[in-house]
């Protein structure tokens, strides 16, 4: 059985926090010890220039992200983890991928949609101030993705969409010069956590509010203490709902030690102790990692030598694959043996699911032939991981179980059940092969 690979790219466009610890860090680290999973793990320098035009902020950032992922337990030899512009095959890709999709999809991207609303409203060009690369993000996404057949990709909902445009890119490429790329899924994880920070609101640098997973212990008691809480006096009992120092606190404690806190808001602890306990929470998990932090940041090199072994480890899969790609496209020798067909015809295209939500907020699925011919259409479902989980069904049982989800499916006029049975049949003994 083949492994599951997971991809997660981090921009490298600031200093990481608390809230990136507790909400991608830590669990993607987790995640990287599972057995029979390959994980891949990139700095997106690429995209950072997308988003950031000072240099030294981004090369300083890439240093900090990449120190604090290592810190946090990475495993370089475990897991693929390097920095996007050390491979040259992506950029390639991106243009290969260029050259297939349509502007159209491209239009509809959220932040290009996003920045021409704004510049609309404000009466404006409606392109006015957006670059190419803002433009062409999605393109760039799709190829980190493509290049490794990645099969899930950790993301927040707003992310949802360039996978399910990555995905698009990928199916008319095989269209077009054969299977040659892994459709990949968003894997929508609930349970992650989103901490509030200072002032309440979402921790994020842009509120201004964010605490550094690194910072030196005293400017961590300084910030901890500075968490905003309302007037009640020592004595006075604390409501935990909509408390961002609970709220902290329970993120990084266990189950009894948030029990323990919660009975101490009932009994009226006073603000100061409840964040003496916040800080001293924090710091005993923080503490060795920082250490180990300041360590790799004290000596660049090292980083440096991680990232360039972690390149060359990723481009003995890249290298070979994008050799697979010019050679599917037409970008051979002029000397090669004339009168090889396109892979298109050579190769039969796979039906496909496509994962999307609905304005009522539902989501749904399809399966589509090569052609882009609806076979199967579900009902709404109120997550993306239930619709994900049906498709992970269909994917795995294939026609054995049409059954069991059949409440969950809406007919589609024209279509047979034989049609169905044997596209799911075809994904099926594709996947076995």
Known sequence: MKSLRVLTGITTTGTPHLGNYVGAIRPAVAASLNAGTESFYFLA???????????????????????????????????????????????????????????????????????????TAAGSDPDSDVTAGLFMY????????????????PVGRDQIQHIEMARDMASSFNHLYGEHFVLPEAAIEESVATLPGLDGRKMSKSYDNAIPLFAPREQLRKLIMGIVTDSRAPGEPKETEGSALFQIYQAFASAEETAALRSAYAAGIAWGDAKQMLFERIEREVAPMRERYEALIAHPDRIEATLIAGAEKA?????????????????????????????????TALPAFKQYREKDGQFYFKLVDPKGTVLLQSTGYASPRDAGQAIARLQGEGPAALTALAPNLAPVQGVTSADIEQALQVLLDAADA
């Open 45 to 119: 320098d690429y995209h950072a220039l997308i988003k950031c035009e000072d240099p030294l902020r981004i090369q300083r950032s890439t240093l900090e992200i990449a120190a604090s992922w290592l810190a946090a337990g990475l495993n370089p030899e475990k897991v693929f983890f390097y920095r996007q512009s050390d491979i040259p095959e992506i950029p390639e890709l991106t243009w290969l991928l260029t050259c297939v999709t349509g502007k159209g999809l491209l239009n509809r991207a959220h932040a290009y949609k996003a920045a021409v609303d704004k510049n």
């Open 138 to 153: 999605p393109v760039l996404m799709a190829a980190d993705i493509l290049m490794f057949k990645s099969h899930k990709i």
């Open 315 to 347: 481009r003995q899969l890249s290298a070979p694959f994008i050799r697979e790609l010019r050679q599917a496209v037409g970008l051979r020798a002029l000397n090669q043996q004339a009168g090889v067909r396109a892979a298109r015809a050579d190769k």
